[in-house]
C-alpha cells in the first residue's frame, strides 16, 4: 500500500517533466474519445462503412457473425442462410462447399461501431463481436407500447410512449400517486376477448401504468389489476403499490412492486403478479343482482426509501 502512494506522489511531483498539466489532460482525453466517434478522419469513416457492407449477408441483408461462408469465387454468406441456399452460392450459382472467410472474420474483430441505439442517447462504442450483446441490453433501447390488447407496433423512449398512449389510444392520464377507480362491465360473462383497461399515472416524475383485465385463469374468468413502470427494472424496483378492492366488509388487498414494461402486459398477467379478483368475488363486490361487474379499485405508489 504505501509504495503504491508514493509511486503516484512521485508521478505527481514531477508532471512538467513527463506531460503538460494534469487538469488540461483530463478534458483532452474526453475530446478524444468525441472526436473519435464524430470527427475521425474521412478516409476512416469510409473504411469502415465500406467493411459493413462487405459484413452485410446478400440473402438476409443482417449482419454477418461466424462462421462466415465464402463460396470458391469469394462470395460471403451468413451461417443462417448457407443451409437455405442447397449448397449454391446466391450471388454466381456455384457450388458453396465448405469454405470459412477467416479474413472477413477478422476484419470484422477488429470494427468498432456505435450502438445502433445512439439517437436515443448512448454514447457506446463497441467491438463488432461485443455489439449485438451490448444493443440486447442498452438501457437506451426503444421501449414497446404498453397498450395491451392490440398489436400495436409502435416503440419509442418514455416521453415519446406518455404522447402515443394520450394520442392515439385515448388513454386516461392521471397526476399524483393515490387512485380510486371505478370498473364497470355491463356483460361479466364475457371473458374472452377480455377487457383491457389502462390508466397512466405520473407520480415522482415518473410514469406508470394501471392495467385492469379480465382472463381466463383455467377454467375460471378472473380479473387483474396491477401495475407496470415505465422505465427499466433497476429502477422499477424503487418503487412500490397497493391495490384493494372490496364490499359489504370484505376487502382484498394486494401490495406489489411494479413491473418494468420491459416485460409484457401478457408475462405479468400470466406470472399472476398483481391483484387477482375471481369472478364470483367481483360479483359479490359488485352488488345488485349479479347481472354487471361494478368494482371499486383505490390504490396508491410510494417511493421506497
Ligand atoms: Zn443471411
Ligand atoms: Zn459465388
Ligand atoms: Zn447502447
Ligand atoms: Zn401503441
Redesign the pocket.
Same mark, same amino acid.
Given at each position: 500500500m504505501a509504495s503504491g502512494s508514493t509511486y503516484l506522489d512521485d508521478v505527481r511531483m514531477s508532471p512538467e517533466v513527463v506531460d503538460p498539466p494534469r487538469i488540461e489532460d483530463t478534458t483532452e482525453v474526453i475530446d478524444l474519445i468525441g472526436d473519435h466517434i464524430q470527427h475521425s478522419p474521412k478516409s476512416n469513416v469510409v473504411v469502415a462503412s465500406n467493411v459493413r457492407e462487405l459484413l452485410e449477408c446478400p440473402v438476409c441483408l443482417n449482419a454477418m457473425y461466424p462462421p462466415i461462408h465464402? !463460396?470458391?469465387?469469394?462470395?460471403t454468406l451468413c451461417s443462417g442462410c448457407k443451409p437455405r441456399v442447397h449448397n449454391r !452460392?446466391?450471388?454466381?450459382?456455384?457450388e458453396?462447399g465448405n469454405i470459412r472467410c477467416l479474413a472477413l472474420e477478422k476484419v470484422a474483430a477488429s470494427l468498432e461501431l456505435p450502438c445502433k441505439y445512439q439517437n436515443f442517447g448512448c454514447i457506446g462504442i463497441y467491438p463488432y463481436y461485443s455489439k449485438l450483446k451490448h444493443e440486447a441490453q442498452c438501457i437506451y433501447r426503444p421501449y414497446n407500447c404498453p397498450y395491451a390488447g392490440s398489436e400495436c407496433t409502435v416503440v419509442g423512449d418514455v416521453p415519446y410512449l406518455v404522447t402515443h398512449l394520450k394520442d392515439d389510444h385515448k388513454v386516461d392520464m392521471h397526476n399524483g400517486s393515490t387512485f380510486n377507480h371505478r370498473y364497470v362491465k355491463s356483460n361479466p360473462h364475457e371473458v374472452e376477448n377480455a377487457t383491457w383497461m389502462l390508466t397512466v399515472f405520473s407520480c415522482f416524475g415518473q410514469y406508470f401504468c394501471l392495467h385492469f383485465e379480465a382472463f381466463q385463469l383455467g377454467m375460471a374468468p378472473v380479473y387483474i389489476a396491477f401495475l407496470r413502470f415505465m422505465g427499466d427494472d433497476s429502477e422499477a424496483k424503487n418503487y412500490s403499490y397497493s391495490l384493494e378492492v372490496g364490499a359489504n366488509g370484505r376487502k382484498l388487498i394486494w401490495q406489489g412492486v411494479p413491473r418494468s414494461i420491459r416485460d409484457s402486459h401478457r408475462k405479468v398477467r400470466d406470472s399472476y403478479d398483481g391483484l387477482v379478483i375471481q369472478r364470483n368475488i367481483g360479483l359479490f363486490f359488485s352488488g345488485g343482482d349479479r347481472k354487471e361487474l361494478k368494482l371499486r379499485v383505490t390504490g396508491r405508489i410510494w417511493k421506497e426509501q
Open positions: 465464402q !463460396c470458391s469465387n469469394g462470395h !452460392c446466391p450471388t454466381c450459382r456455384h458453396l
